[in-house]
């Protein structure tokens, strides 16, 4: 017979992290959707391919850092390229690695919706000081790096 405990600060702080993804995952696709039809898990993938070397990620590289599985990233990227978003890129060393870019229109749109970003996260955070975003944004940063192993 299995006999409940009572949670621990740890696994009741994972709930808190979790519950609070979920409120701004659909804060953000709200506002990205209604403004600049995307989702927050669109946004963050162009967003990893505008800031990376050259504009374009390999695919599994793209993968590892929205926490997603090869087929997984595969199936998030399928629309943004019928819409002209990324394209698709080979190695010409290795038939094997495939790359995803994003295009000049890509780009344009991610800028313009990085402001709208900007604004959900102001308006979500205001009643926090400054001084404790960037508490919590290291904090999390060095778990987020702990459970991709990259810490």
Known sequence: MIVPQEPSSASELCLIIARVHALLQRR??????????????????????????????????????????????????L???????????????????????????????VANAGVTVNLVSREVLRSLPAAQVETMAQALGGLAGMATGAA
């Open 28 to 77: 953000f696709d709200s506002a990205l959707g209604s403004h600049h039809g995307i989702s927050f898990g669109d946004f963050q993938l162009l967003n990893h391919l505008r800031t990376a070397p050259g504009a374009r990620l390999r695919r599994v590289d793209l993968a590892d850092k929205l926490g997603l599985t090869a087929s997984g990233v595969t199936r998030s990227l």
């Open 79 to 109: 629309p943004l390229e019928k819409i002209g978003l990324v394209t698709r890129e080979a190695d010409p060393r290795d038939a094997r690695v495939g790359y995803a870019a994003i295009t000049p229109t890509g780009q344009e749109l």
